[in-house]
């Protein structure tokens, strides 16, 4: 069979007479000489020349015959379009595979394609889904996904609707759970229902859940926005936190539409949330041309506006180093005043930790350096301020910069040599870059880190500058990082992407002395033993590849190791180029070193008309080329006559030669769909060899491991799982989780070994669950079932059961569950594993009684009141819900605690009511622990307020009001440190908004039993957490003022007071405080004027004292209360803020 050498000339096999035998043997007597590609062309033409009376006695003789006689015959099928032959293959466990894969080539019967939809069989159902999807069969998956979701539940119907019709996903994706495959797939077919999924999904999360879901999906909004922009719309107008940046980008391709939805929008929507105006963050870099083009048909007024509300983001940095410098694409569209009052507005002015150097680096020098200069003197000595100067003009950045770069500090020197390569990036003059690349030099011989963030610098640099670096700078530059002892892989592959563009873009200006030049150097990095990853070509045209390659050809002292990276740098091309394309061959014949010659036999194959050809050659020379991934591809897919001759070679000396000197077994992890080309007996020598090594006792256990876990032979794995090493019998277990068909026998070995437990058993128990996707589920919950409920078995066998059972739907699943929950003895982690998957019926009672009595264990508990929200299917959340109300109501201290801190998470608008009344109970019942009632108090505050909330407080706490004023003195001080204790919590984790109501009720009962210093205390938090979040809250700070202007001893104020009005964005925090200060101004008394100043100076040292602070201090240095205005006399910028 070696002896086949012409892919390109395959012979042509005609219609034999009916005379002649039609038999499997006449067939591997004039094919199975071919590779498989020429013997399955062969066997088409043959097949389709037949007459229909010998195809059909054909097909009936060798569809009576073995496995591979069986592959044949539906194979001729195929070829012939015999539809009804391959349709009544679907039904075949052993052909079904194949025959789905015609499928999509082949209009196979809807019924038989229908009756696999709907079979009892997960795998089944899967493989034909993806068939319905792939060959397009809308109307088929449309009318079948009622019946798939009646028979097999939400998750089987989520996964059909990928193969149904935008139509069909719309009316369905309501009533379903989707996962984030199907969805990422729905958002290229039908873009717009995913738009509504997600924006009403969106929209039916609390606040505090609407951020982790946003991130979550954000990928799959991205998807949709860039394949239909009035899908993307949909999402801006509706769940804006979905839009990322680069969606934000995609979106822009209808500029006008993108305005007025964020004209619209409310003053917290999109990405800022602390804004006055809506804004959308876009995406850092050069605008595509479609976007660019639209936003330039805008009135100019709007392309203000659109710049102003969509501002890029920062660039990102590489680690620590300084990063690409890229100026905001919509501001570089203004005219330059526009653009600098634009910049100005959205920093307010000062250039702080809030400014972005895209818009700084989007301005003309001039701008820039007015905007940073001020700015400069508080810079020194800090790494991350250092980064900034790169948006400062080049004249301006040098000599500070190059100051740093001196530095004994290595912080400094780190980030000062990116950040000077910035700005003269930012410059954007070739003659100054080069100038400063070549200053350059010090960072190369720096330390490694130094070194490598300025080549990383240098590496992302436009290609019109990098034209200009000279040649010298890329020669120390390259050879000092080779020949660094402390060079990493990281610091050469930045080197590397240096060269690599160098030399691609001086190629394609045509300048092939500095190409050839800059590849002479990539060659030397590539050669280096430190370097990882793979070894791509470049990309030049044919006359530049052959100008390289004569260049360093040439060059004296060319060693192997460079020439064999210049071939990998220019393998498209080899083919063009004899010279080296030979000396490649003659490196791998004659080279000493099996890597050296191992690369160059992969590039020598590497040209495709040669391929075959040229694999037989080096085969015949040395077996053990077989060993070069490359050349093994082509074998074990392509070339399958020459495989003889290596397995000969792996039995004799295990492919001893030129690639493997050292002889050492031989197990190359090959797919099965590689080895199913190959001709049975060739599968038989392969399984017997793999087993001769899993079986030596001499050889290394790795080796012996990979052997086991490619077999796919039960017999010859069941021999080793008894007599091998427990590494070697666990493969051996593992892989027969993939062996087919699933038979009896193979799954009571299986669950033998599960139940032994170890490391035979997890290998065990993990190769069932792989089985069982072949098993229908009724046979696999009946497999499953009595191992779950068997206490004698091991605890991770039963876990590794329950888990296997969870991914079954329907009654009897459930139902085995509950059983194996019942089994007297059962293990505490084993109820851990089947508690979460029992919440699919938290709606039963029954259910629920069993969880509330479980979750006294903590592993139970911590698995049942800790999962996550997402894993609580929908239909089950009002039941949630309800039972963690009663978790908290009747739970043990333990799983009370749990309940209350899992409710926030979990709790739906439609709950929150009965949520509110059962926590202000339990926060009002003198009964329950301090850890219950705190917890219960403090979700209590985090609740949103509704329409009752103050009521059902009030109602709660009715008792403890009565109760203060007791007769009995110890009742009376349980009541008051109750309510002492409820206003500490509350005071020390106050949220605005959500818990006002509670705050009122609670404040009138402080007041009440006479704690008005409690209720001075909560109230002055109350009223300043209303100020920071916009709310003036006036009657609070009236109140406040009732408490403290009587007995100014129950203020506490501090130093550490800080209100955050400095953000150009939140006007409306700096306004409440305003309002409140003149409040407390005009009341007049002493309370309110320490109030009053307190406020003026956390705002006016957070705003640094801009305008109205200076002026409101000057007015309360007139108070009539002298602590004020003596306390505002020192206070303000002049006294050391």
Known sequence: MATYDAPHAQPQPQAEPQSQPLTSAWLRAHFDSLPFPARMGALARYGRALAPDAYAALHAALDAGDPDERHTALFLAVVRRDIDTVSRALADPLLRRRALSAALRLPLHEQALAALALHDTRAVRHETYRVLKTARRTALADSLIQQVYERHGGQEAARLLTACSAQTAAHWLPHLEPPAGVLNSLARTAPVAVARHLTDEYAARRSHERHSYARAHRIIATAVAERDTEAGLLMLRGAPSLIGKRAAVALLRTPSAVLEILRAAPTHYGTEHDGTEPVLTIQAGPLPPSVKRAALDLPPDDLVELATRCPADAPRRIGTGQGKVAPDSLLRLLPPAERCRVVRERIG??????????????????????????WLKRSAGRSRTLRRFAGLPLDVAEPVLRAQTSDHRMHLRLAAWPALLASAELNGDPQEYARIAASCERAWHDQNDVRR????????????????VEERVLRDAALTTVQSRDSTAATLACAERWLRRTTESAAARGN?????????????????????????PLRLDAPTARAVCSGTVAESGAHAETLTSLAELLAPHLAELPTLEALMRRTAEEHEDPEIAARAAAVWI?????????????????PSFAAVPEVLRTLTTRRTDLLDDVLEAAVRDGLRGRIRPRGTPWAPRLRPADTGRWLAYQRREWAAYLVTVASDEHAPLRERTDAAALLNTPAHLTALVSAAPQPVAAAAIGALGGTRPVTAELLETLLRHAGTGGVRGRAAMSAVRRLLDDVPDSRAITLLAPLLRNPANPVGTRKEAARALGILTGTAALSAL?????????????????????????????????????????????????????????????????FLLGLVQGGDDSTAIAACRALHAHLTDDASEEAARVLAQTAADLTRTRPVWHAAVAQLVALPSGENTSAITTEAFAPLRIGAHSDEPDSRVDVLRRLDGCADVIAGQYSHGASR????????????????????RLAQEAALDAARAGDPALELWERLLGLVEARPDRLALDDGLYIDVGRPGRPDCAAAVLDAVRLLRARGSAPAGLLALALVSAAGRSASWREPWPGELAALRDHPD???????????????D
């Open 512 to 536: 092939t002395e500095r190409a050839a030049f800059a590849a002479r150097l990539l060659c030397q990095v590539l050669a280096d033993p430190r370097r990882r990853g793979p070894r791509n």
């Open 997 to 1016: 109501a509670v705050v009122d009720v609670l404040l009138d009962a402080l007041e009440g039993a006479g704690l008005s210093r409690q209720a001075a």
């Open 349 to 374: 002015g000062d250039f702080g930790r809030r400014a972005s150097l895209s818009a700084i680096a989007a301005l003309e020098p001039d701008d820039r350096s007015a905007f940073l200069a001020p």
């Open 818 to 882: 509950l059983a194996a929950w019942d089994e007297p003895g059962q293990h505490r982690d084993v109820r851990a594993v089947i508690a979460p998957l029992l919440l699919r019926g938290i709606d039963r009672d029954d259910i629920a009684h069993r969880l509330s009595e479980g979750v006294r264990e903590q592993a139970v508990r911590e698995a049942v009141v800790g999962i996550r929200p997402t894993a609580v299917p929908r239909a089950a959340r009002a039941a949630y819900n309800a």
């Open 453 to 468: 963030f300025a080549l990383a610098q240098l590496a992302a640099a436009p290609a019109r500058l990098l034209a200009a």
């Open 606 to 622: 590497a040209p495709a008309a040669t391929r075959e050809a040229r694999c037989a050659e080096l085969v015949r020379l040395d």
């Open 1122 to 1136: 002298p602590d004020t205005a003596l306390g505002a006399l020192v206070a303000g910028p002049t006294g050391g």
